[in-house]
């Protein structure tokens, strides 16, 4: 069975969807902020200076916005802790951005009449590291942590991210993975390995000695390349984390 690779832009959606209230309310809302940052954009460019203003200089016109390209942060939070991904400033990015996205940035700028700032890029850590190919995602911010989805280019994510970063959502779930990884090689330890008559005392002595030593290199890992859990890192600027 070949399984299909995972869209992150389809999983923004899908959470929005079930976690969040309807389209129509988040337009609303996103209306709203858009007439208050247009009444308080001569304010804003007075009091800020130009590194601090990106994030409230974006002005658009409602009705040419795509619903279904605006995220509130919660989501975006929430996929970054799932797929383990990162949202930083773009300048952290040191993969290419295609010449399609700066298209897009212009076809945005021409539309809502106005130069846009403060770009942030969703994607695996690496792609703040190093070039890759992994489904990278181009946003910018709306204000009152709303984003709007400007681009998506490369490869989907692979089917099984998900699963195979929930281990690293909490300490919780990366016990629970030692556990059962010590319980299945318990189980392939030959009975009578270490007397004639197997019993639960002996089984359980041997699971607490796989435990001990698999969580010792776990955290040896751990600490030795300074990883963190995904809540943590989704919006950090270090690579060692």
Known sequence: ??????NIHDRLIRAKDKNGPSEEAIFKQVIQILEDTSKQHERIENNLVDQHRS?????????????DRIFHIDVIRQ???DYRLRFLDSNYFKGEIPVEAISKINELEKK?????????????SKLFKLKDKDDPLL???MGNDFYYLVHKWGNDLHALRKLLMWPFKSVVNLTLLVVFISYLITLMVPEGLFSKNSSLAEF???????????ASVVIFYG???????NPQIWRSKYFNA
């Open 1 to 6: 069975m070949i399984l299909r690779k995972t």
């Open 55 to 67: 994030s409230f200089e974006n002005t658009f016109d409602h009705e040419l916005l795509e619903r």
């Open 79 to 81: 996929i970054c802790i």
């Open 112 to 124: 809502h009449g106005g130069q846009l700032t403060g770009f942030k890029i969703m994607a695996p």
């Open 139 to 141: 946003f910018i911010p």
């Open 204 to 214: 359980m002595i041997m699971f607490f000695f796989m435990f001990k030593c698999i």
């Open 223 to 229: 600490f030795a390349l300074g990883k963190n859990f």
